[in-house]
């Protein structure tokens, strides 16, 4: 690897570090201001989330198997599906057991994870009800479909996984202080052991495909500002715990590049 190959890609795994750092407040918040409430609808949302996208890449399998792709992308989703379902059940496990027999008061929960074909936001995944998570979607989509090349495009897509495992590795590392937390950590740090592939995979083809220093910083920017409506949309998915006041200085800590960073890379292969 030459010195510019891998200054660029400590820089785009850079660009997810600094995520999994500001996450990292967030989940913090979080554990700080827990109430049964918080877990509910953090669990009710995040397993809807994990089933839409179990639907979303079961019906990628079917478009590519029609599109006569490449078998090896067809079970690539088809593996993904079932890796959703996975954490799917899992989640909805620790969600019943929190429950402990009352019925579950989050209002429209399955709406959450309607993702559309285009990873946007579905006819279910309602403005009113999560505005912060609706417009992760519609900013992603957005992005994708503006982005001025298809290595632009990649970076982004590659952050919005990477993000993902960022959260939940900093979430698996949240202290496991009552039998509810023990059970959620557990179940995080498995989720993000499957998912670590999903953002360090696409890394070193960008680097080979590196197009121009001018896209880069462009897509840098994009990034950030994707990597903030996913912090406020987290936020939202825990009920608030931060208060306006200081989910806005962890928005001026990212632009202003002040995030101490979270390599989930190097963390989790070390366990």
């Not at 795994?13 to 990292?24: F, H, M, P, T």
């Not at 990649?154 to 496991?176: C, D, K, W």
């Not at 990212?254 to 963390?267: C, K, L, Q, S, T």
Request: hydrophobic residues 35%; glycine residues 6%.
């Amino acid at each position: 690897m030459t010195s510019q190959t891998g200054s660029l890609q400590h820089e785009l795994e850079g660009l997810i570090a600094r995520y999994a750092g500001a996450a990292k407040r967030v989940a913090a918040a979080y554990a700080e201001r827990r109430t049964r409430e918080r877990d509910i609808n953090f669990l009710a949302l995040q397993a809807t989330k994990e089933y839409g996208a179990m639907v979303y890449h079961s019906g990628a399998m079917w478009r590519k198997a029609k599109a006569l792709d490449s078998i090896a992308n067809v079970r690539k989703s088809s593996y993904d599906a079932y890796e959703e379902a996975e954490h799917f059940q899992g989640y909805m496990k620790i969600l019943n057991w929190r429950l402990n027999g009352e019925p579950c008061q989050v209002p429209e929960m399955w709406g959450y994870g309607d993702i559309s074909e285009r990873f946007g936001a579905g006819p279910g995944m309602k403005e009113s009800l999560w505005p912060e998570h609706y417009r992760y979607f519609a900013m992603g989509q957005r992005l994708a479909e503006e982005a001025h090349s298809e290595w632009m495009r990649q970076v982004i897509l590659t952050n919005r996984e990477g993000a993902a495992v960022g959260f939940h590795y900093v979430m698996s590392q949240l202290p496991a202080t009552d039998e509810f937390m023990k059970r959620l950590t557990e179940h995080e740090r498995s989720v993000a052991e499957d998912e670590l592939h999903h953002g360090s995979e696409m890394i070193p083809e960008l680097v080979r495909t590196f197009t121009s220093p001018q896209e880069l910083e462009e897509v840098k920017r994009q990034v950030t500002e994707i990597h903030i409506q996913e912090l406020r949309q987290r936020n939202e998915q825990f009920l608030h715990p931060m208060t306006p006041a200081e989910i806005g200085q962890l928005e001026q800590d990212m632009r202003g590049n002040r995030i101490e960073p979270v390599d989930i890379f190097a963390a989790t292969s070390s366990h």
